[in-house]
């Protein structure tokens, strides 16, 4: 109950990470052709256009591998372990926000750019956390 208590800021930005990815990756798998229909058509006035399957397979592995290591260091940590893949989870989400944001900014979707804005906060939030 100690760990709860004294993690729990962490515990809760873990799960909200581990919600977000494992989703987005899910979505991205049982729902491919949809997904890279609608992000030709958003990247097709973009340097981006011809790369967007291959771009597409590497958010879908990054958002992923976040999600996974986010689940694996949430684990480690309430078990009293160390914060080591918490805190590469927290990295790679920032990463991958950062992939989803740069995207965003290319294609002038600003409306998207401050979306992904907002899950930033809080995975910078986790790795200031997990850092202390």
């Given at each position: 109950?100690?760990?709860?208590l004294?993690?729990?800021?962490?515990?809760?930005?873990?799960?909200?990470?581990?919600?977000?990815?494992?989703?987005?990756?899910?979505?991205?798998?049982?729902?491919?052709?949809?997904?890279?229909?609608?992000?030709?058509?958003?990247?097709?006035?973009?340097?981006?256009?011809?790369?967007?399957?291959?771009?597409?397979?590497?958010?879908?592995?990054?958002?992923?591998?976040?999600?996974?290591?986010?689940?694996?260091g949430?684990?480690?940590?309430?078990?009293?372990?160390?914060?080591?893949?918490a805190?590469?989870?927290?990295?790679l989400?920032?990463?991958?926000?950062?992939?989803?944001?740069?995207?965003q900014?290319?294609?002038?979707?600003?409306?998207?750019?401050?979306?992904?804005?907002?899950?930033?906060?809080?995975?910078?939030?986790?790795?200031?956390?997990?850092?202390?």
């Amino acid at each position: 109950m100690n760990t709860l208590l004294s993690n729990a800021a962490e515990i809760l930005i873990l799960l909200f990470l581990i919600i977000t990815f494992l989703q987005s990756g899910i979505d991205k798998v049982v729902d491919w052709k949809g997904n890279l229909s609608w992000l030709k058509s958003h990247f097709e006035k973009t340097p981006l256009q011809g790369l967007v399957p291959f771009l597409l397979t590497v958010v879908l592995a990054t958002e992923v591998a976040a999600g996974l290591l986010c689940a694996l260091g949430l684990v480690q940590l309430l078990l009293g372990g160390s914060r080591v893949l918490a805190l590469y989870g927290a990295i790679l989400s920032c990463i991958a926000l950062l992939m989803l944001l740069f995207g965003q900014r290319l294609a002038k979707d600003y409306e998207g750019a401050k979306t992904i804005a907002v899950y930033f906060i809080p995975a910078v939030l986790l790795v200031f956390l997990l850092q202390q």
